[in-house]
């Protein structure tokens, strides 16, 4: 049976965006390729409110959060560690051979501009990382805040991930100075998975210039020289290139600002549900993110069995990720969802919950 997801990623494709993924293929050294990689580009600098370069990697996040660090991390860096991605970053950081610090919250708690304030005034570090929005835990972190502290600090390159929020909430790229902003498409972008997209600022780009070791495949350099003929280092996956000039496209007939909107009233409804069936949650306010909410399974449901019985039902259902599975479980209202999605999942959530007793 195909299910509806409703877990935080992979999220529903739109049939038009699928559709778009069977366009006959062409090669990525003709002129037609240059064409849509160049509207592809166009879309998403507005998208992102940047003039900087906009990359597009053929794999999944982490193929360019490895990179940024073999590319950004020069003398040492700060991994700001909050949940399940972030703290694999770290981990990542440090396998690929760089010097690396993890500064940690509490799962479930956010990064605050003081702790960054606090790890960056020590000197140490040349680039840190930061996960918006952790979606192991259902945390948002204060980007504008934050942004506002890194602005103290232009020796240190900043690289962000926005796998779950982008384009589900307000993230002007230049306006808050973020040198190497990443995120794949598979979460907040509705895509099928195997597509990252990343920006990389003029400090960013002097700093790879001066770091050894940055490998070929996720090579900034690379990227750059090629980005110059609207194209990429070696060959992309081109299907999913024309489901994201088609996602590009839709999201501008939503509006950008009625797509943050109607994750704003999603996380609301959510939220709502949540608190009136007795579960808390296990983010607070304000941290609590928009493009999923991680509940505390605090009436002690059997979890195992209610994935179960919404799978029969022809839902994928999350409980909850990492060391907190079980203990909690989370609600993705990301990507192209809608509310009425929303109200038929919870619906059958509850006649399960009846069921369960
Ligand atoms: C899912 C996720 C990742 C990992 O992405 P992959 O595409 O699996 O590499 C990284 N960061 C965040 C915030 C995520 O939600």
Known sequence: MIKKLFIPGPVDVHPDVLQAMA????GHRMPEYAVLHGRVKAGLKCLLATEKPVFLATSSAFGVMEGAVRNLVGSRCVNFCNGAFSDKWHDVTVRCGKEADAVKAEW????????????????????MTLIHNETSTG?????????????????VVSIIDTVSSMSAFSIPVDELGIDCCIFGVQKAFALPPG???????????????????RGYYFDFLEFEANDAKDNTPS?????????????LERMFAEGLERRWERHRQMAEYVRGWVAERGYGFFADEPYRSVTLTCAVNSRGTDLASLKKMLGGRGFAFDDGYGKIKGKTFRIPHMGDMQLADLGEFLAVTDECLGELG
């Open 139 to 155: 945390v948002m972190s204060p980007l504008p805040e934050i942004a506002a502290v890194l602005g103290n600090y232009p020796d």
């Open 195 to 213: 597509l990252a997209v990343f920006t990389a600022s003029e400090r960013a780009l002097d700093r790879a210039k001066s770091v050894e070791g």
């Open 235 to 247: 060959t992309p996956c081109i299907s999913q290139i024309y489901a994201l000039d088609k996602q």
């Open 23 to 26: 366009t006959p293929m062409i």
């Open 108 to 127: 479930g708690k956010p990064i605050t501009p003081e702790m960054v304030d606090a790890a960056l005034a020590t000197g140490r570090y040349d680039s």
